[in-house]
């Protein structure tokens, strides 16, 4: 199993818990839909400098290289990737 650990922020001006219901609502509902991936959430941060974080579980190395170009990753994306600023990524086999 791999954990997939990243936190971001947003642009300035973006509603913050506007952008992070649509992050969620585009992301969690990808769980059983691509193949691999066994868990999503989606959580507003409250301290670190950082906006949200999103926690994932994949079942191995290869359904977490799978899932960035799966297509339907890539059209959720669209929806929120203008609202994003920086990421800081953290990935690890339990």
Not at 10 to 20: N, R, Y
Not at 30 to 56: C, F, K, N, W
Request: glycine letters at 6%; one cysteine or more.
């Amino acid at each position: 199993m791999v954990k997939h650990i990243v936190l971001y922020t947003l642009k300035d001006g973006v509603d913050k818990a506007e952008a992070i219901a649509i992050i969620k609502a585009q992301l969690e509902p990808l769980v059983g839909v691509i193949p691999g991936l066994t868990h999503m959430e989606i959580r507003g941060a409250y301290q670190g400098g950082m906006d949200y974080a999103l926690y994932s579980e994949f079942e191995s190395r290869e359904a977490l290289k799978n899932y960035a170009t799966h297509p339907a990753h890539l059209a959720a994306k669209e929806h929120f990737w203008d609202f994003l600023d920086t990421r800081v990524c953290a990935d690890y086999d339990l």
